[in-house]
């Protein structure tokens, strides 16, 4: 007789999270209190980058990895905006290159010198001009040296080449309203939208048109996020009509109905979605929570499959998200976080060869004053 099994096989399905000590943080740090659905920190194998409280402007700081415990209120930031800073994000192809956007409708890109700030930052290299309203998307392009993408308040996607300072394209027209999250695929040849419409699109950049569209991907009237997985299908995250969030996947040559939909909680803090291609995991973690979820993409039904939640005692601000080239494989690391609100710093990067199954991801957590690294692990056998 043959008994059916019961509990799904998953190699991620003992995956844990363990915040780092207390003099591993980053401290007395004022997160920013903008009222934008921003990660508000951005990481790289050498600095974390968080955006903070300034009079008169914007400002973030960077700060090395190994630079931990209580920050120093003098401590020198990159202040060129006149508005507060909305987004950050580090150039994939330049851990010293970091783009920013702010309320003031510019893009600033900045080259971070080796050792980190000895005085404030005040000069970007390239300053971006093109949006008539606050600019609160920048992302990179994942494989192109020198683009970037911008989304503005005013309904238009950007492409820059940040090494002219030119518009490479000019999307107006494909969004009548507010542009909630923008994520290229991987390859770069398109990236996916989710807007205040309700609708995810998939857009060519080159052809400037949406070659697929799901009108009302979620019902509900909360912030919406939609990202690109590895095989090319999207996965969201949304309010449903009883403002229950909700996650989705959905395959693109058919967008017609979802491959999956699962319903969380009646939380309102807008849910933020973290991929990692080699171990085809989604890290969910909504703002106002003291939770991340995590889930696993397959082939099969029901295609989200629920792995575990790490939970810690305050609530997340934003959330950074450290590349697997910054990971400590030797330790099986497979994510590792940063978080706003605590203490010192995580240790650095291993150089050992790098497993993608051994290494999940680490994250920065951010709360209302302190940076928590939170590192996801694979147990060994």
């Not at 080259?111 to 093109?130: K, Y």
């Not at 400037?208 to 690109?228: W, Y």
């Not at 990067?349 to 991801?361: A, E, I, Q, V």
């Amino acid at each position: 007789m043959s008994f059916r099994k019961v509990v799904r096989q998953s190699k991620f399905r003992h995956v844990f999270g363990q915040p780092v000590k207390t003099d591993q943080c980053y401290d007395d740090i004022r997160v920013s209190r903008v009222t934008w659905d921003s990660t508000f920190c951005a990481v790289n194998p050498s600095f974390v980058a968080i955006i903070v409280e300034a009079s008169g402007g914007g400002a973030f700081l960077v700060l090395p990895l190994h630079k931990t415990g209580r920050i120093d209120k003098s401590y020198p930031t990159v202040c060129g905006h006149t508005g507060p800073v909305l987004d950050i994000d580090w150039c994939p192809h330049n851990d010293h290159v970091i783009a920013s956007g702010s309320e003031d409708c510019t893009i600033m890109v900045w080259q971070i010198p080796e050792n980190g700030l000895s005085q404030p930052l005040t000069e970007p290299v390239v300053v971006l001009e093109g949006h008539s309203k606050r600019v609160g998307i920048v992302t990179w392009h994942p494989t192109a040296r020198n683009v970037l993408l911008s989304a503005g308040c005013d309904n238009v996607v950007l492409i820059w080449n940040v090494g002219t300072a030119e518009e490479l394209y000019r999307l107006d027209g494909l969004h009548p309203d507010l542009i909630y999250s923008v994520s290229w695929s991987r390859d770069g040849s398109r990236f996916c939208t989710a807007c205040k419409d309700k609708s995810v699109r998939v857009i060519d950049p080159r052809r400037g048109t949406v070659v697929a569209e799901k009108e009302r991907a979620h019902e509900g009237a909360r912030p919406m996020r939609a990202i690109f997985l590895a095989d090319g299908k999207i996965f969201t995250t949304g309010f449903s009509r009883m403002s229950e969030r909700q996650l989705a996947l959905w395959d693109t040559e058919n967008l017609e109905e979802p491959m999956g939909l699962q319903e969380l909680d009646s939380s309102n803090g807008t849910l933020l979605p973290f991929y990692d291609p080699d171990t085809n995991v989604v890290y969910v973690c909504g703002k106002g929570d003291s939770s991340i979820r995590y889930f696993e993409i397959t082939e099969e039904p029901p295609y989200i499959h629920f792995l575990n939640t790490f939970t810690s005692k305050e609530p997340q601000r934003g959330m950074g998200w450290m590349p697997k080239r910054g990971l400590d494989v030797s330790k099986c690391e497979i994510a590792r976080w940063a978080w706003g609100h605590g203490e010192q710093g995580p240790p650095g990067p291993s150089k050992t060869f790098h497993d993608p199954l051994c290494s999940p991801g680490r994250f920065y957590k951010l709360h209302e004053r302190k940076c928590e690294p939170i590192i996801m692990t694979v147990p060994r056998k």
